[in-house]
């Protein structure tokens, strides 16, 4: 199983604090809602990043950000 | 569920099919109903003072099918009848779309996996059961069999909707509503989160894989004729702030990035001195829309910007060199009312 990061693009408030934990997997537009690196489905987590992204899970605000378990 | 509510101001072919063969659309509810062992159906429509409701329900109620039809009133608003905002809504929610995964199919109205067909494909159904598939197959192409109503509106003589086979050119169905008013440079296709089709592609037949190809899209089947006198930028910056205007503000890329890329294009359709970098900043901010909201609206809104920059581009040049179209304050000839 492949992990990525998903964002509920309705949940998400642009509070930020994703693109501060994980600032090589998520940019933010000019509005202050994040971009995953690689487009919506977001790059594969390695098993470094995993650790940092289930921290910025936890730390957002809305609930807004996930991983996902995906087959490819 | 019966989807019978377009949410887009071009089409009205829903509305015209309620209005002259509803009970074939009934008979293609009933149908699913009984083959997926459903146990409600709904029809969903617009309705309103002069809405087609009280004349539906009076029809449902007189039928015995093998599940009650329960005839439903939708919000008249863009997004209300995408297929999650349409569930949120019966299931007592706002008429906005909702996050999915969960699909309707999985998870749908009060939580039961509901099938979501436009009214259209059950008024198909309704005909292949009493036919048959060879006598559906008989019209329109392999990958794409039987008919298509299709609305036209625009610079043609006598708007309407249109029942042709499928794969007939954009150019024939213009023709069956009494053909262009004018001298055509391009065809709005595919809704306003559609495409722009130049008027060298107006033999492209109307399939979806011959529109794609064309860089345009079938989507909901209207073609909207914009005749040389108009200007397309400001025809499409018009559309882009109706498409902004209809954004139910959910998601961040969408409330705040349509109404910005209408402004974009504003300022580009009046040849403002600000044009050059309105263009520069719209070419990024379409990216940014893309595929970021619940919905397809935002990517709806950014296909039909990057079209008409494509297909109006000799006149973004001279739009970006402070020489717009004439045409470009006068009012738009498209529809934005619902119907």
Not at chain 2, 147 to 167: F, Q, R, W, Y
Not at chain 2, 317 to 337: K, N, Q, S, V
Request: include cysteine; charged fraction near 20%.
């Amino acid at each position: 199983m492949i992990k990525r990061l998903r964002v509920d693009p309705i949940a998400c408030a642009a509070h930020g604090l994703c693109a501060d934990l994980l600032p090589d997997h998520i940019d933010l537009d000019e509005w202050g809602y994040p971009i995953l690196a690689d487009g919506r489905t977001g790059r594969p987590l390695g098993r470094d990043d995993q650790r940092d992204a289930r921290a910025a899970v936890e730390a957002c605000p809305t609930l807004a950000l996930r991983i996902e378990a995906t087959p490819r | 569920m019966a989807n019978g509510c377009e949410g887009e101001p071009a089409s009205c072919k829903d509305a015209a099919l309620l209005d002259c063969a509803p009970h074939l659309v009934l008979d293609g509810i009933e149908l699913v109903a009984r083959t997926l062992g459903a146990e409600s159906a709904i029809l969903a429509i617009h309705d309103g003072p002069d809405g087609p409701g009280p004349r539906l329900r009076t029809l449902a109620a007189q039928r015995q099918g093998p599940v009650p039809v329960r005839v439903r009133g939708v919000p008249a608003r863009y997004v209300a009848s995408e297929e999650t905002a349409l569930v949120n809504f019966l299931s007592g929610g706002p008429a906005t779309p909702t996050t999915s995964p969960p699909r309707p199919t999985d998870r749908g109205v009060g939580g039961a996996p509901t099938l979501v067909d436009n009214i259209e494909t059950l008024a198909h159904i309704a005909l292949i059961a009493r036919n048959g598939a060879p006598w559906f197959r008989e019209l329109g192409t392999p990958d794409l069999p039987g008919t298509l109503l299709v609305s036209i509106d625009g610079a043609v003589h006598t708007p309407g909707v249109v029942e042709v086979a499928a794969g007939t050119t954009v150019r024939a169905a213009i023709e069956l509503c009494g053909g262009p008013s004018g001298h055509v440079q391009a065809v709005l296709s595919g809704g306003y989160g559609g495409a722009w089709l130049p008027a060298t592609a107006i033999e492209t037949p109307l399939t979806h894989t011959a529109m794609r190809a064309a860089g345009a899209a079938l989507g909901v089947p209207t073609l909207l004729p914009l005749p040389s006198g108009a200007c397309g930028l400001a025809h499409t910056a018009r559309l882009v702030r109706f498409l902004a205007d209809q954004s139910a503000g959910q998601c961040g890329p969408c409330l705040f990035g349509l109404p910005a890329v209408a402004a974009d294009l504003a300022a580009i359709a009046a040849g403002s001195r600000d044009a050059r970098h309105a263009h520069d900043r719209l070419r990024h901010r379409l990216d940014l829309v893309t595929g970021r909201g619940a919905c397809a609206l935002p990517d709806g809104a950014a296909r039909l910007t990057r079209t008409a920059l494509d297909v109006f581009s000799a006149d973004l040049r001279d739009h970006l060199t402070g020489r717009p179209c004439l045409a470009a304050g006068a009012p738009m000839i498209f529809p934005l009312e619902f119907r």
